[in-house]
C-alpha cells in the first residue's frame, strides 16, 4: 500500500523552468553610508579574529599523531585562505568608504548615489541577460 508521491519535479521540467525564467532585476540600490561601510569592516575584522581562535582550538584538541597534524595543516592552510578573502574584502571596502568619503567632501550638500558598487552590479545584470540569452538561443 505505498504510494509513490513525487516531491521535486522532473529534471525536464526544472530546466524549462529555469530557462523560461526571467533574469533577476534588483531595484535601485542606494549607496551604503560611510558608517554602514565600517561597521562592515569592523564585523569582518571581528570574524577574522574568530576564525583564528575557533582554528587553534581545534588545532589544540587534535591528538599528536600522523593524522592529527595532517588534519592541523588542513585546519591552518583553509583558515588562513578565509582571512586572505576577509582581508582582500576589508581592503576593497576601504577603498570604498575613501571614495564616498571624497565625494561627500566635494559636494556635502548632494553626495553622489553611484559607487563601483552599481557600476559592478549593472556589469552582473548585464552578464545575466547574456547568459540568459545564450541559453534560450541554444
Not at 564585523?43 to 588534519?71: C, D, M
Not at 586572505?84 to 576601504?94: A, P, V
Request: hydrophobic fraction near 40%; aromatic fraction near 6%.
Amino acid at each position: 500500500m505505498s504510494k509513490l508521491c513525487t516531491i521535486f519535479p522532473s529534471v525536464s521540467q526544472s530546466i524549462s523552468a529555469f530557462e523560461n525564467a526571467e533574469p533577476l532585476t534588483f531595484p535601485d540600490m542606494q549607496t551604503p553610508t560611510v558608517a554602514q561601510i565600517e561597521t562592515a569592516i569592523d564585523v569582518l575584522n571581528k570574524l577574522a579574529e574568530r576564525l583564528n581562535i575557533q582554528a587553534a582550538h581545534f588545532i589544540v584538541q587534535l591528538p599528536e599523531t600522523q593524522i592529527g597534524t595532517h588534519y592541523a595543516g588542513t585546519i591552518g592552510l583553509e583558515t588562513g585562505e578565509q582571512n586572505l578573502n576577509i582581508k582582500n574584502l576589508t581592503k576593497k571596502l576601504k577603498i570604498w568608504e575613501e571614495e564616498l568619503t571624497e565625494e561627500t567632501k566635494c559636494d556635502p550638500a548632494k553626495p553622489s548615489m553611484r559607487s563601483r558598487f552599481n557600476d559592478v552590479l549593472e556589469q552582473c545584470i548585464v552578464l545575466e541577460e547574456k547568459y540568459f540569452a545564450m541559453s534560450r538561443a541554444s
